[in-house]
């Protein structure tokens, strides 16, 4: 399974952005699916997560009511629409897949596979 990300970019504190991560290799319509992130100097941290159908979805409290997590299975594709963007999201974004049946993961430890990741940056 390959994951890359797209989407990043340098936008202005309040402005919004859309990440996608194209998944290749085998279809992930089974898999659970989510976004973690790194800022510069910090621990890796669970941004959201989504289940299989979209019919679950976990948020971290920080972006929680600002981002969204969502995805199309015809496309193989995971989405994360980030609004009111503030400096603090400020990060390398990662995409992630998890195994079919498992959980909607928060810790970096029980990722199955990760992207490369895409530089978000949010000035003041």
């Known amino acids: ?5 797209s989407g990043g970019g340098l936008v202005q504190a309040g402005e919004s952005l859309k ?5 290749s290799g085998r279809p992930l319509s089974s898999y659970s699916m989510g976004w973690f992130r790194q ?8 941004v959201a997560a989504i289940n299989w159908n979209g019919a679950m979805t976990d948020y971290s ?13 015809a496309k193989n594709t ?3 629409q980030m609004n009111s963007l503030k400096p603090e999201d400020t990060a390398v974004y990662y995409c992630t897949a ?3 049946g498992s959980h909607l993961a928060r810790s970096g430890a029980e990722i199955n596979y990760w992207g490369q990741g895409t530089q978000v940056t949010v000035s003041s």
């Open 98 to 100: 998890n195994f079919p």
């Open 1 to 5: 399974v390959e994951l890359v990300e």
């Open 61 to 73: 409290a920080s972006v929680k009511g600002r981002f969204t997590i969502s995805r199309d299975h």
């Open 19 to 23: 990440l996608s991560c194209a998944a």
């Open 39 to 46: 800022a510069s100097g910090k621990e890796r941290e669970f």
């Open 78 to 80: 995971l989405y994360l």
